[in-house]
């Protein structure tokens, strides 16, 4: 590459901050990366301790594009990388105060308690039902009850959105949140014509459903992907280095809140938007991000606990299990994890991480420990049959967990082109703007790299 070589400011370590900085430096950028707390990763942290491996935050990443293999491979981690154990898919739902394993074959389908005889029946009508007026948004909620009826919602959808989203179907949009769903009802008509069509683009384009996806971790946990963007950025990241204000000078963009006077020629804010409305962002006068505040991201508590196996009475031969709203019970769900990678749990003990709070009951995830540990252990012991004490325990309390894709959220997915389009040089990745998952998070930072790449190249 013979043109001059560009600097960039990317504020926040997160996921898409660390795989924004990584594809830019692999290009020969000049890439400072500012990051407020002493420590990278952003929401994703490894605990080791007394032979238990807990994570606080993100569990597992998907594999949805091949570009998340790709990095793996270039950090040099392939063989610490692990596959979720391929004999535990059952996910389960709890119905009636009991655990109910998903249906994962038509047959299961058919033979389900899950659901009514009447609600399967309902399914058939479902390629037969018109899509929503296109440029009407709908709930989430609203959706599913009309293509697929109310016990879907209840059943299926509720709990998937709590473990997900720690969300509500009634709030979330189903174009924003989940666009593919919306997608399938647009283009083909029917959620179930759809899937079948899109297999056949997928494999097309190497790309993999998010229900198809391989689930992974690494042998040490998440940590392990930090770490290993951390060792090629060396040099580039500086810690404790919250950045108060952003401001367009002539010569290019500059950073206040740290020790730095040079200027870049792109700013990527990396960072949950409740963090970027206390930023100043000026360009001819300062930029108005106030809208922002309105995006919600409710408290959520991620709770692992240790147990000696026979503690549990379940089998814990699955992902994990998901509480429907309408069960009445306390916590969202709980995640098998030493069921799902080795070197979770010492010997004969097992690790069981519980998530409560969320849009559900934000209120939970800020109880007194002992009080949040009564009602995790009251539902584990009447759902899993978990008796006693655990041996282990690693709370961590997300105030802000993850944003909420509401109906309405285009307005700010539109404030961000606007924003994008207004201000050369200024861009904007991350969970708040292209899906909230780990893997959309990782895939945005490497495709806003591209995007800056492309900018350099017209300007
Ligand atoms: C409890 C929980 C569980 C989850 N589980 C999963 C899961 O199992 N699978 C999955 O796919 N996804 C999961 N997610 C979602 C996924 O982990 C996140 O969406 C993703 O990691 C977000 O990455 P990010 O880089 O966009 O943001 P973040 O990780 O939030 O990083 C932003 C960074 O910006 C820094 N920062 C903030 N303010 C400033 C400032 N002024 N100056 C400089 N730096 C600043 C922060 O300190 C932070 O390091 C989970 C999320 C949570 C909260």
């Known amino acids: 590459m013979g043109e001059r070589k560009k600097s960039i400011a990317i504020i926040g370590a997160g996921i898409a901050g660390l795989t924004a900085a990584h594809a830019l430096v692999k290009r020969g950028h000049h890439v400072a990366v500012f990051e407020a707390s002493p420590r990278i990763g952003g929401v994703i942290e490894t605990v080791c301790r007394d032979g238990y491996l807990a994570e606080c935050g993100p569990n597992t990443l998907l594999e949805t594009s091949p570009k998340i293999g790709e990095l793996i491979r270039e950090l040099g981690l ?8 391929p004999g535990m898919k059952n996910r389960y739902i709890v119905k009636h105060a009991r655990p109910v394993a998903m249906p994962l074959s038509p047959w299961q389908f058919v033979t389900t308690g899950l659901f009514s005889l009447r609600a399967k029946l309902n399914l058939l009508r479902e390629p037969f039902i018109s899509p929503c007026p296109s440029g009407t948004e709908e709930s989430l909620a609203a959706f599913v009850v009309r293509r697929l009826g109310k016990e879907f919602l209840d059943y299926a959808i509720n709990p998937f959105v709590a473990g997900v989203y720690a969300g509500a179907p009634e709030k979330l949009s189903v174009m924003h949140a989940f666009p593919k769903l919306h997608a399938l009802e647009q283009n083909d008509g029917s959620l179930i014509k759809g899937q079948i069509l899109g297999a056949r683009t997928r494999m097309k384009r190497g790309e993999v459903s998010k229900d198809k996806a391989r689930m992974i971790s690494f042998d040490r946990g998440l940590q392990v992907l930090v770490d290993g963007l951390e060792k090629v950025l060396q040099g580039n990241i500086s810690l404790a280095s919250r950045i108060t204000g952003i401001a367009r000078k002539a010569q290019g963009w500059q950073v206040t809140g740290v020790d730095e006077d040079r200027l870049f020629d792109a700013i990527l804010p990396a960072l949950p938007t409740h ?38 009475t379940h089998p814990l031969n699955g992902f994990g299990m998901l509480v429907p709203e309408v069960e009445r019970r306390h916590i969202l769900g709980t995640i098998f994890n030493s069921s799902l990678f080795e070197g979770r749990a010492p010997e004969a003990c097992v690790t069981l991480t519980t998530y409560i709070g969320g849009m559900r ?9 002992e009080v949040m540990d009564r009602c995790i252990l009251e539902d584990l012991s009447a759902l899993l049959g978990v008796r006693g004490s655990p041996t282990f325990v690693n709370r961590r309390v997300y105030r802000h967990a993850i944003p909420q894709y509401v109906v309405g959220y285009g307005r700010f997915k539109d404030r961000f082109d606007h924003l994008e389009k207004k201000h050369a040089g200024l861009f904007f990745a991350g969970h708040y703007r292209n899906g909230i998952s780990l893997s959309d998070s990782l895939v945005a930072g490497l495709e806003v790299a591209d995007r800056m790449e492309l900018f350099f190249k017209e300007k």
Do not use: C, W
């Open 78 to 85: 392939e063989s610490r990388k692990r596959h979720a154990n």
């Open 275 to 312: 963090k970027m409305t206390g930023i100043r962002f000026e360009d001819d006068g300062p930029m108005d991000f106030s809208p922002f505040e309105e995006i919600i991201y409710p408290p959520v508590a991620s709770v692992v606990m240790g147990f000696r196996r026979e503690q549990v």
């Open 361 to 369: 009951a934000p209120e939970k995830a800020l109880l007194p420990e």
